[in-house]
């Protein structure tokens, strides 16, 4: 099992272009995340997923969008790239509600 | 807002000694979750609890639900342990969100 994958692992974007991350899982886990992390402050939720077709916004959802086309795959989107964007994204999963999460290796993206 | 503190920010120990870390929160919670980041970055979960007392080799996770405080011990520390810890609490009234600590900065020196 590979777990939880992110591609990619690291980016540099221009302010204004637009890019997709994608967050994979094996364990056929209903839920799944995308946070933040930035210097400072605890990792913060962007959106999540209950299941297949669903998306729902987390604590920090401006700028980014999600998809959920299939149970396996969480996809973020930054449509057009900001500066304060600039950060290290986790991908996780979850079985259901209140269990356990499972992280990926995260994605350094930089925009300048 | 800040639903979770940690203490202390950052820790050195020497090797053989017995770690402590706390997690405090201030709302109710249906779940809390102790993770380690190492340094490489990566998350791996450690715990998840809410109630009394979770095991697992030299780490022990225990909650007081009453005074809304968690710790982690680390028994005979090693080298290997030196991480970020992260506490993160899923508060009742969030349904399906965690909310996470700034982290504990752990050294343990040979």
């Known amino acids: 099992n590979a777990g939880v994958t992110q591609t990619p692992k690291f980016r540099v974007l221009k302010t204004g272009q637009s890019m997709t991350l994608l967050c994979a899982q094996d364990?056929?886990?209903?839920?799944m995340y995308w946070y933040r992390q930035d210097p400072g402050m605890g990792l913060r939720l962007i959106h999540y997923?209950?299941?297949?077709?669903?998306?729902a916004k987390g604590e920090v959802p401006d700028g980014y969008n999600v998809s959920r086309l299939k149970k396996q795959n969480f996809l973020l989107g930054l449509e057009s790239a900001a500066p304060s964007q600039t950060s290290v994204y986790f991908c996780?999963?979850?079985?259901?509600?209140?269990?356990?999460?499972?992280f990926g290796p995260g994605t350094r993206l930089t925009v300048t | 807002k800040n639903e979770v503190e940690q203490s202390p920010q950052n820790l050195t120990a020497q090797e053989g000694e017995f770690i402590t870390i706390n997690c405090s929160y201030s709302?109710?919670?249906?779940?809390l979750h102790w993770l380690q980041q190492h340094p490489g970055g990566g998350i791996v979960s450690l715990f998840m609890l809410s109630s009394g007392k979770k095991k697992h080799g030299r780490l022990i996770a225990t909650i007081n639900i009453q005074e809304k405080h968690s710790s982690l011990h680390i028994t005979a520390s090693h080298p290997r342990d030196s991480a970020v810890y992260i506490c993160?609490?899923?508060?009742?009234?969030?349904?399906?969100?965690?909310?996470f600590g700034t982290g504990t900065s752990l050294t343990v020196i040979p």
């Open positions: 364990m056929n886990h209903e839920y």
């Open positions: 997923s209950v299941g297949e077709g669903t998306t």
């Open positions: 709302v109710g919670i249906s779940a």
């Open positions: 996780a999963s979850s079985f259901h509600k209140g269990y356990e999460q499972y």
């Open positions: 993160a609490v899923g508060l009742v009234n969030t349904g399906n969100q965690f909310y």
